[in-house]
């Protein structure tokens, strides 16, 4: 009998790096510092709200667009924090997760043969999300090591075929943050163009030293060409609910939303009841930067012990550090080598480049309860 044929759309896509690491690390009972996600239990009050809402009956469609009092609690805290206005009705949308409102803002806005900047190393799904929609992503590098933005590199890369520029602050894989030069220089490249801006802004919350996050949602001139995209599970410690939202002006999220009505169509009802009311509990978003600032300070000082050289993060759950001392492989073979043998899982971040490029960092997540983070250090020491 045939086998039947199937043309990929994404020949040169395996299975994301996150599950193949955290297969691994479960097969070999690895201690999991790859994939991002908090290993400690989230608010047992936010739980207990999910339950109460299907309790009551919260337990049909939603309107599309997303449960209303969440919304407008969506709609109070950007005000509260960005001092940004922006209208619950036509101007947020929920979506499972911020990965899909980040495909979503892609799918809404490519035409084919158009082209998307991406900084290198790129949260993986960027790309892909691109390249299905038939456009091309145009890659530039974050300057080694500190990873900042070249804003010329980016200004010679512009033609007329340049649809959008992805951003992503804090910034994963790299722990490295946008600053207000940085907004000059998105805006000095944006400025009079068609270019839409999409901003990944999933680790809102999750910014140290007291530095604040320049959220798009601060800069009306730019905020009108742009979809920011957040998550709710980085910020309350549920990155499993797939829950999200994008805040775009009206006009872009009128098309947003034809996008999302024929995919997921809308959310999931309980959870959305429950955020609503969690929402307006600001202790639980703002206490975040140093809960998770302390993690990363235990870290970085149980890693002095290791062979490891950190480098700095100041937003993520994420820090990267090179092993340059310890071996001359390639970071694949390393992580995986790491994995196996040291009893650690990490994510190495040349998955993060379309060419592979290999400076020999991998990338560590220390969103995890103090006795793991303890435990992996205590396995790095003697390897
Ligand atoms: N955002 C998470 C990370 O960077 C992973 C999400 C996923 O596995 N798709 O680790």
């Not at 193949?20 to 510092?33: D, P, R, W």
């Not at 929609?133 to 007329?160: E, M």
């Not at 939303?257 to 997921?264: D, E, G, I, T, W």
């Amino acid at each position: 009998m045939n086998t039947i044929q199937l043309v990929s759309r994404l020949p040169n896509v395996g299975t994301t790096i996150f599950t193949v690491m955290s297969a691994l690390a479960s097969e070999h009972k690895a201690v999991n510092l790859g994939q991002g996600f908090p290993d400690y239990p989230m608010s047992e009050e936010l739980i207990a709200l999910v339950n109460e809402a299907m309790k009551n009956n919260y337990n049909q469609y939603p309107p599309m667009p997303g449960w209303m009092p969440l919304r407008e609690a969506i709609a109070e805290k950007v005000d509260f924090l960005y001092q940004s206005v922006v209208n619950p009705d036509t101007e947020i949308t929920i979506t499972p997760g911020g990965t899909y409102a980040i495909y979503s803002a892609f799918t809404t806005i490519l035409q084919p043969d158009d082209e998307v900047i991406v900084f290198e190393p790129a949260y993986d799904s960027y790309i892909p999300n691109i390249e299905i929609n038939g456009a091309k992503a145009v890659r530039v590098a974050l300057v080694y090591p500190d990873y900042h933005i070249d804003w010329n590199a980016v200004k010679n890369v512009i033609t007329d075929k340049t649809k959008a520029i992805i951003i992503n602050s804090p910034h994963n894989p790299t722990g490295s943050v946008l600053s207000e030069k940085d907004i000059e220089g998105l805006r000095s490249v944006v400025e009079g163009t068609n270019i839409f801006i999409i901003s990944d802004e999933v680790y809102e919350h999750l910014i140290f030293d007291n530095i604040p996050h320049l959220s798009i949602l601060r800069y009306p001139d730019l905020l009108k060409r742009s979809f920011v995209c957040s998550s709710f599970g980085k910020t309350y410690n549920c990155t499993g609910w797939k829950m999200g939202y994008c805040i775009a002006p009206p006009e872009l999220t009128k098309e947003f939303r034809k996008v999302h009505q024929f995919n997921a169509f809308t959310c999931h009802t309980p959870t959305q009841v429950a955020l609503a009311t969690f929402l307006k509990n600001r202790d639980a978003f703002l206490s975040l930067s140093s809960i998770m600032q302390e993690k990363r300070d235990y870290f970085i000082e149980l890693m002095q012990q290791t062979k490891f050289t950190l480098q700095n993060s100041y937003g993520s759950y994420f820090i990267c550090g090179t092993y340059e001392k310890m071996s001359d492989e390639g970071d694949k073979d390393f992580a995986i080598r790491l994995t196996k043998e040291a009893g650690v899982a990490t994510i190495p971040v040349s998955a993060f480049y379309q060419n592979g490029k290999d400076d020999k960092v991998l990338r560590f997540c220390f969103s995890k309860k103090k006795e793991t983070l303890e435990a992996a250090v205590n396995k790095l020491i003697n390897y």
